[in-house]
C-alpha cells in the first residue's frame, strides 16, 4: 500500500489550496478513506472522511463549510479541497486508508503534505 500526498505549500489567510492524495497497492475504491492533520506540537486531528463510492463525507467541525473531500475511484486518486484558510489550519495533512476516530484507526498513512497559513 503506498498513498503520496501532494498540493501542500504556503498561503495567506483566505486562500485555498487543493491537496491530492495518489493511493495504489489497494482497491482503492473499496476503502472509506481520510484526511487527518497534525499541527506543530499538537497531537492528529481528524479533517475528512469520504465513503468508498464517495457518496458520504464528514468533516470536523473545524472545516465544516470551509473544506471538502472528493475522489476519483477511476484515477485512485483522494482530493482534499481548502478554502477560506486560517493560520488555525497550519499544520502537516496525512491522507489514510479507513476511518480514524476513537475506536478506529487507518491501516495506512501517507507521509504528509506541510500546509502554512501565514500572512
Known amino acids: 500500500v503506498q498513498l503520496v500526498e501532494s498540493g501542500g505549500g504556503m498561503v495567506q489567510p483566505g486562500g485555498s489550496l487543493r491537496l491530492s492524495c495518489a493511493a495504489s497497492g489497494f482497491i482503492f475504491r473499496d476503502d472509506d478513506m481520510t484526511w487527518v492533520r497534525q499541527a506543530p506540537g499538537k497531537g492528529p486531528e481528524w479533517v475528512s472522511t469520504?465513503?468508498?463510492?464517495?457518496?458520504?463525507?464528514y468533516f470536523a467541525d473545524s472545516v465544516k463549510g470551509r473544506f471538502t473531500i472528493s475522489r476519483d475511484n477511476a484515477k485512485n486518486t483522494l482530493y482534499l479541497q481548502m478554502n477560506f484558510l486560517v493560520p488555525q489550519d497550519t499544520a502537516r495533512y496525512y491522507c489514510?486508508?479507513?476511518?480514524?476516530?476513537?475506536?478506529?484507526?487507518?491501516?495506512?498513512w501517507g507521509r504528509g503534505t506541510q500546509v502554512t497559513v501565514s500572512s
Open positions: 489514510a486508508r479507513g476511518l480514524y476516530s476513537s475506536t478506529d484507526a487507518p491501516d495506512s
Open positions: 469520504i465513503s468508498a463510492d464517495g457518496s458520504n463525507a
